[in-house]
């Protein structure tokens, strides 16, 4: 009788949003036992982590968890003060408002920690080409560096057991990655990508053209 594999805990950094969703498909194609985290860090959207736990539940994790954080005590951002405006449209010079600062080299230090206390060897994050051109902490050279420094800082990396730093959608941009969502089952109804959703849950704006139908409601 042929032996049952054991999958191999990951971790991934799940907002509720369609790029963590489609991760998360291609984690679950790749047969991980996927631990997802998710963070209240004082963002005024919070209606993200509801629809996190919708995608979690519909992917099948193996665990979801909700870090309590509070980055607005600091500012510096239009996702966190409500005395900044959030952009309703275009694309601004340079780092733009709702730049949270060093956002995702604290949330991939807590899943570090997570991944050290599961032997998880591999950490997933949904960043993207249209994310990085404005975000420092999407860039291919952030990923990079981050891995280089979990490969010095943990005892996983003490013992060369990685972990590695995965964004396997770095250089899609969204009408591609709903394309590949597609493909791979994710039900897009179930998230929510805009800054700006209203008490019903309802977005501002529409998927990328993908040539697929758009789920999402909006205001």
């Not at 994790?61 to 449209?89: C, K, M, N, W």
């Not at 990079?144 to 003490?158: I, N």
């Amino acid at each position: 009788m042929p032996e049952e594999t054991i999958a191999k805990p990951a971790i991934v950094l799940l907002s509720g949003g369609l790029d963590s969703a489609t991760v998360m498909a291609l984690m679950r194609r790749d047969g991980y036992a996927i631990h997802a985290m998710s963070f209240d860090y004082g963002q005024r959207h919070k209606q993200e982590l509801h629809y996190a736990g919708l995608i979690a539940q519909a992917m099948g994790v193996a665990s979801h968890r909700t870090v309590h954080i509070d980055l607005g005590a600091f500012g510096g951002s239009a996702l966190t003060d409500t005395q900044l405006a959030v952009p309703e449209t275009g694309v601004t010079p340079g780092i733009p408002i709702t730049y949270v600062p060093a956002r995702n080299t604290i949330f991939l230090s807590f899943a570090l920690a997570l991944a050290e206390v599961l032997s998880a060897q591999d950490i997933f994050i949904g960043v993207n080409s249209q994310d990085y051109s404005g975000y420092p902490d999407c860039r291919p050279e952030f990923i990079s560096a981050f891995e280089k420094l979990a490969a010095v800082a943990t005892r996983l990396g003490d013992e060369a057991r990685g972990p590695r730093i995965h964004a396997p959608l770095q250089h899609l941009n969204k009408s591609e990655i709903i394309q590949l969502g597609t493909r791979l089952g994710v039900d897009y109804s179930l998230t929510r990508s805009c800054y700006q959703l209203d008490d019903q849950g309802r977005s501002c704006a529409g998927f990328l053209e993908a040539g697929i139908a758009d789920p999402t409601p909006y205001q």
